[in-house]
């Protein structure tokens, strides 16, 4: 089996399990972390959160390595490149952060909170 075929075979079985574990969320179903659901977790939990996200990172650079698609295909080299620096612990002293200081935005996605107010600040910072 190749490298590929052996991360495609991982993925695989690593979407097959979050499917089982989650009761089998329909397309339309996917369901989202939000504010609420972060202010309401406790530091593993939202670790665990960010560690999930990491290895879906680790995973498709993997993947694509040697040949990563352009950006205009895929946001996982311009999350990478916009949390150059940043660690779990500091991603999630970021987001507590960004949460306390707008109890009005619970209802915000967490991924779209580390997108804006991570992501495209530190695309800026690591060209």
């Known amino acids: 089996m190749t490298k590929r075929q052996k991360l495609q075979a991982l993925t695989a079985a690593a979407c097959m399990t979050l499917a089982v574990a989650s009761g089998v969320a ?8 939000t504010g609420k659901q972060w ?3 406790s530091d593993q939990m939202k670790k665990a959160y960010l560690v ?11 993947y694509h390595a040697g040949k990563a698609p352009p950006d205009t295909q895929t946001i996982v080299p311009r999350l990478a ?3 150059k620096g940043q ?6 002293v970021g987001l507590d952060r960004w949460y306390a200081a707008h109890p009005d935005r619970l209802q915000r996605p967490v991924i ?7 992501v495209v600040p530190g695309l800026q910072t690591n060209k």
Not at 87 to 92: A, I, K
Request: glycine letters at 6%.
């Open 87 to 92: 660690t779990l612990d500091s991603v999630r």
């Open 81 to 83: 490149r916009g949390l």
């Open 112 to 118: 779209e909170t580390i997108w804006f107010e991570m």
């Open 52 to 62: 999930g996200i990491a290895n879906v990172v680790q995973v498709d650079i993997a």
């Open 26 to 33: 329909r397309a339309d179903e996917v369901p989202l972390v």
């Open 39 to 41: 202010t309401e977790s």
